[in-house]
């Protein structure tokens, strides 16, 4: 399991990963622009770059048979050993072999290898015989209706479930951290005698804090590290990933789930600079990818429920109504998690999957409030706590002259924003390098836990901020060396979890700060923030991001106040909201849903509206000047093959030509099981073009007819679909056959030699997919590009004027320059 | 242009029009399905079914000179007179004459004639040589940039003065409305004495109520009539209908804008059951389709700015931003007018896109905000009017019991929306038939007009309502029959818009109607507004809808309080609000917009979501098992060839070969312009594919390269791009030569006859769309309907097995079973 990149980059084998990745397709020369459209003629130069792989080190793909992962190792067959000997001859053997074609001549498809190989999903939908043979079966009105009442049912529960597991995780972390602080306040109380002033002993509480901070942050820690990597981080950008049609081993198993929980859990509690929000976002998509498939591959357990929702397509439209009630049950906010999942995932739009999404959404926020209103002993649905930065009371208003001052609020956070960004990127890169070793991960969790704590310590013990009780917004005052009937501000700050604090931002009365303690808090955040986003724990990026926000937007109000002390439209609350909008446009560039989250967990008028939408755009365009988004910058050290809205600038004047890759390894539309067993041993490609008229043994010169992939030619041949033993198979084989094995297709290696099948052959007419998407090699890349994207495309078949094959596209030719 | 088909049917022209449609393409019998693919060979069937057309009757093409409604004419072709002679025999003289190939074998495509043809927009950039060169030569990051620059700033512009018209709308309504109710008032007042309660004389408050009703309503009514017919009706189903990729003639007019809103304020002025919010979002689409094109063809003005923005599918996005920033001004909804965008429109989802929509929402609201706050005198953005529906002061609440009881109200809404949109349809249905004439149009709404005002002072004068003065919710409560402080409260509901009396029910404190007012004036309403609806006067169907729904809503809570009084949940604005959104899902079936626009509208927290969306969606489910929402229901009738989300039922087991029409005028590469010139002058296809490796004279047996545009080749013609002479024009022209005649492509009357240049050839490799949608003929239906739709298409190509055109597929081929 080691061997699989995690996309925080994790694991210890990729010390040398951040080295300039190779440019994966060199544009070819191209033949000179000429006004009529040229043919592509089928005398394509046979390319001198074949590979031998004779010798190939399958060992390494064989199963190991303890491994539950099997196709998730699969995912990540090291290239061929014959990667940088592409200039190598064909062995002559190897030539017999295959039937006295040159399989391996691929050029441009294996030589991507020095990044990790994620697969892409299947999102389109095969529609070969046994799945239209299925269709006519079912084209009664009814089957329609029940499979569309079941997806209801599944995104009703998806929602339940999702708001219950957020419930869980949001209680256990309130309850702990409760008594957490309750015993440090205690623990200062008993160790700082009230009289006096002058400095008490501060070093039990400290270690008191320390402890109490390290032992989860460390059980966590290892958790993480020791147990399911893939769970270190926020988890959107994995799940955005996901939803984009990348495949991300493991991201969406129930193992993966426990471990993000307890991850967040003791992260938070521990004291670390991150929110809850993340991991409940992928939380609901694990939540929906499980209840979705009627299956559990952790607990080795088929419900037998579902199964006609078995497929990519479907699951991943599951996940996207999880994400979606992930976001909603996080913030109480059901529009702002639907626009969550449009802003980042839906390629394909569809006014049904909306609206599902939208109820799994509005159902996750109602039976969050049902379980919190009950929780917290309220009757009717008024608990408060869900809009979780707090609601303000008064309608927050504005002038005209203010909106100047927004959008300079706005320029300020999209320069903290990329900033932040960019550092956090550096210290990750360092990270990936200078520590690869689990126990040094988790140290370095621990490490960072304690340089938090050490701070916050250091702050209150020099900084003497007392305020008077009374209108104090704090539930716990600590007195620590102030007056009696005062309490310490700084402490105030520090005692809480990071969400509270942003709520006291947001709603403590003037004057709660000095300048000089706000001041301190917005720099050590924003550098522990920094620190702690890519340590190997659970933990998400928004609330730490709007606490840093809030704070220099407090900041800010504060200064001016106190600069002109006659200005009256300083309501510090406000400031502090634009300035968390402002910080969040800068880091997240997530505007819309932003915006929207941010009005519906806030409960601020519609008018408001304006205010906010200045600052995040002013923020977004002043970070994007500088970089990407943290989950894309994320996305993109991790060389995810993540398909953006547009092509990339460089595509802008290439054909499809230009990108291709060629020559493709194809197969007869009946073509030997002995022919089949040798392509799908000696290359890991997922889709062979079907190709029919072949004159002699060139199939890359027939006339393309389908598709097939890897894993059904794998089931074909495990399951001896031949057509020589026909009458066996065939009344009892239907498209539930190859669904079964969905979605861990088993390897090539599980196949049997075909010793005494040797002459059989497959009829590939029935399972492959008829309808390809075709395009011609003239076709420019912005517009195949296009459909690429909107049709959630894993290849694409790049044909010549004759129908005949020139090349395939797959997402990897979309990324790289 | 009376013979132009207006959504609505407002034309006299189509006393036949609801005769059933001839079923358009009738299934081919199929070749028995083999498992194998067969792959099309060339021969295929010359169908029986050529039809001679040598004797067109184009002289229903000649342009009417003092017409500026070319195009829109020209789609209106009434198709060949062969029409019904589909079996006869090609004239040889005709055969002759098309260089001895039959161009006119067309077989399904013609045979769609009974119904209005319309045409699709060209939502796909044709990628031709021409436009790769101006890619290039733009290849720069600068044109880019300031690319988008502009398109923010035509965004930003479409929201201000959507805004700005949506103000002027509201306010003069309001102040009209204002004027005539209370001169109304003052009548009632003077003409029954105040002492007498036994029954003074309303007659002639009644006749100036009359008279008051009766003039602006035909005065709006006869604008719409006999000025811009297109502007009747909400506009919805039309903007959707754009939206969509259906070109709507005359629809985004700055002519159409006028009479929309001088329209919309005379029958709302008048006193129609109607409101303004459909209009509205008919005037943002105008807007936009004006700003972004910057040149107005009712002006004849071009200013010479945008001008890279000008083709469907540039002017498509911002049509989408104009109908947001409409709804969002209309109902102080920024997020409730993007969604509905999306739900209504957006086939091709975009992140940029959807951001510019959200930011020209919230401008829009904030100019709103900002106007009608100056407006009412108040100097902070505090005006709660922008709440259109009135905000509830009190968070609402709800109890576990009451969802049931929800639901319940949403069933209603459902069965009594269905109701209403079967009746609606009946009665214009029966409008359409006896109504042909237009004064007799304005005749109706005249009638309807006095009939709602009899119906309306008939209540009044027979229902003795009386309430104390005090708590009245009305501004100029009248006092009528009543006794010294009170006032009638059957006059309150009558004396305001439509829109006001909304905001009663939902906020009028509990007891202020008697039961029997309240069921009086929902089965009033009920049938006012849906006689109301497809009158020739420009209104929209929500507020009426709404508030019929609120007034059985409330009367709900009325009757259960009465029954049992020891009831406490019954708070009859809540109430009211679960109606009206129960009776709009019932009626409208927009689920996600509305119960956005109604929580925006009505500033109810997110807790209350749930509630509303259970209406909502019991509601819709319920409508939909009897009919269509209101808005698909008119798009139905008038056989506007709207694409579903979803391909029809019908088609679940169909192939493109059983859909396609064939064979296909085709044309080749380098054609001469003498054929092409033929070729457009006697067919009216808008697509032609461009073929290559001709074999002798059957161009339609050609390899595809590409497919031309008839706007295209009429301008090739006009312009004389001919081989022969292409070192006077090759230097010269560009994309912008095609694009300076957009929107309104000459028709190819304008082109002079070819007498010099009968031998001169046109080469089209550098006009022609090289990358055109192909698909195989096996290819199934659901699945070229998700390619066609994802991307937009106009047409799409059929080709078989060797590239060879195989037949072609239009919308119009997904729509009709």
């Known amino acids: 399991m080691d061997d699989v990149k995690t996309l925080i980059s994790l694991d210890e084998e990729t010390t040398d990963d951040d080295e300039p990745v190779a440019p994966k397709v060199a544009v070819k020369s191209s033949p000179p622009p000429t006004a009529v459209v040229d043919i592509l003629n089928d005398d394509i130069p ?9 010798n190939n080190n399958s060992g390494t793909l064989m199963p190991d048979k303890d491994d539950d992962d099997l196709p998730a190792l699969l995912d990540h067959t090291p290239s061929y050993s014959g990667n940088s000997a592409l200039n190598g001859n064909l062995p002559p053997n190897d030539r017999d072999n295959a039937e006295s074609e040159p399989i391996f001549r691929v050029r441009s498809r294996t030589a991507v290898a020095s990044t990790p190989n994620y697969e892409s999903l299947d999102y389109e939908v095969c529609e070969n015989k046994l799945f239209q043979d299925e269709q006519k079966k079912r084209l009664t009105e009814r089957f329609s209706l029940r499979k569309d009442i079941i997806r209801w049912i599944i995104f009703i529960q998806i929602g339940i479930i999702t708001a219950l597991i957020a419930c869980s995780i949001d209680i ?20 700082v005698p009230q009289t006096d002033f002058t400095g008490g002993d501060l070093v039990v509480p400290f270690l008191y804090w320390i402890l109490l901070s390290v032992v989860p942050v460390a059980f966590g820690a290892a958790m993480v590290t020791y147990i399911e990597p893939i769970t270190a981080g926020s988890g959107i950008p994995q799940v955005k990933s996901y939803l984009n049609g990348v495949k991300i081993p493991r991201i969406v198993r129930i193992k993966t789930l426990a471990v993000k929980a307890i991850g967040v859990i003791t992260s938070v509690v521990g004291g670390l600079a991150g929110g809850k929000e993340g991991p409940m976002i992928h939380a609901g998509a694990v939540v929906a990818a499980g209840i979705s498939q009627g299956k559990s591959t952790t607990f080795v357990k088929d419900f037998h429920v579902f199964k006609a929702f078995r497929d990519d397509h479907e ?22 998690g639907m626009l969550f999942s449009l802003e980042e995932a839906a390629s394909f739009w569809n006014q049904n999957l909306i609206w599902r999404t939208l109820v799994a959404s509005i159902i996750s926020v109602f039976t969050l409030n049902l379980v919190l209103s009950t929780y917290h002993g309220l009757n009717d649905f008024t608990f408060t706590g869900l809009f979780n930065l707090g609601k303000f009371d008064q309608p927050l208003k504005f002038d005209y002259f203010e909106l100047p001052i927004f959008m300079l609020l706005g320029i300020t956070g999209g320069l903290l924003g990329a900033a932040w960004n960019s550092l956090n990127t550096k210290i990750n890169g360092f990270r990936k390098r200078y520590i690869p070793w689990k126990i040094g991960k988790v140290c370095e969790a621990v490490v960072v836990a304690m340089f938090g704590v050490t701070l916050a310590c250091t702050m209150i013990y020099f900084i003497n901020d007392c305020r008077p009780l009374g209108n104090d917004p704090t539930i716990h005052p600590v007195q620590l060396f102030c007056e009696d009937n005062e309490y310490n501000a700084v402490a105030a700050l520090w005692f809480q979890t990071p969400e509270a604090t942003v709520r006291s931002l947001f709603h403590d009365p003037p004057g709660s700060h000095k300048i000089l303690t706000l001041t301190m808090f917005t720099i050590v955040y924003y550098v522990l923030s920094c620190a702690t986003f890519g340590l190997n724990v659970s933990l998400g990026v928004f609330i730490p991001t709007a606490l840093v926000g809030a704070a220099w937007g407090r900041l800010f109000a504060m200064v001016t106040y106190y600069l002109f002390p006659e200005t009256e439209f300083l309501h510090p609350g406000k400031y502090a909201l634009i300035g968390a909008a402002a910080n969040l446009g800068g880091v997240l560039r997530m505007t819309i849903s932003l915006s929207v989250i941010l009005m519906e967990t806030t409960g601020v008028e519609t008018s408001f509206f304006f205010p906010l939408i200045i600052a995040l755009i002013s923020a977004k365009w002043v970070g994007d000047y500088f970089n990407e988004g943290i989950y894309d910058t994320q996305i993109e050290v991790n060389h995810v093959p993540i398909l ?15 990108i291709l890759s060629s020559p493709v390894v194809c197969i007869k539309l009946r073509d030997s099981a002995h022919y089949i067993y040798n392509v799908l041993k000696k290359c890991d490609h997922n889709g062979f073009p079907v190709v029919d008229d072949v004159q002699g043994v060139h199939r890359s010169q027939g006339r393309v007819c389908g598709i097939v992939l890897r894993s059904q030619l794998i089931v074909i041949l495990l399951k001896s679909l031949y057509v020589e033993n026909s009458r066996f198979w065939l009344p009892d084989t239907s498209i539930q056959t190859f ?38 090699a003239h076709d420019s890349v912005p517009r195949i590009f296009q459909v690429f994207r909107a049709l959630g495309l894993r290849h694409m078949l790049v044909i010549n004027n004759e129908n005949r094959i020139a090349g395939i596209i797959t997402r990897r030719d979309f990324i790289y320059k």
């Open 46 to 54: 046979t390319p001198s770059t074949g590979v031998g792989v004779g």
């Open 172 to 191: 256990i972390i309130e309850e702990l951290s409760e008594l957490k602080y309750m015993f440090l306040m205690t623990s200062v109380e008993k160790n």
């Open 315 to 336: 699951k991943r439209d599951f996940v996207l109504g999880g994400g979606a009630a992930g976001v909603s049950a996080a913030f109480g906010a059901p529009i702002g």
């Open 644 to 658: 953006p809205w547009e092509p990339l600038p460089q595509y802008k004047g290439l054909t499809a030509r230009e």
């Open 739 to 776: 669904r079964d094995v969905y979605p861990r297709y088993p390897s090539i290696e599980s196949v049997r030699k075909l010793d005494d099948k040797i002459n059989y052959t497959v009829d590939l007419a029935m399972f492959m997919n008829p309808s390809p998407v075709r395009v011609n």
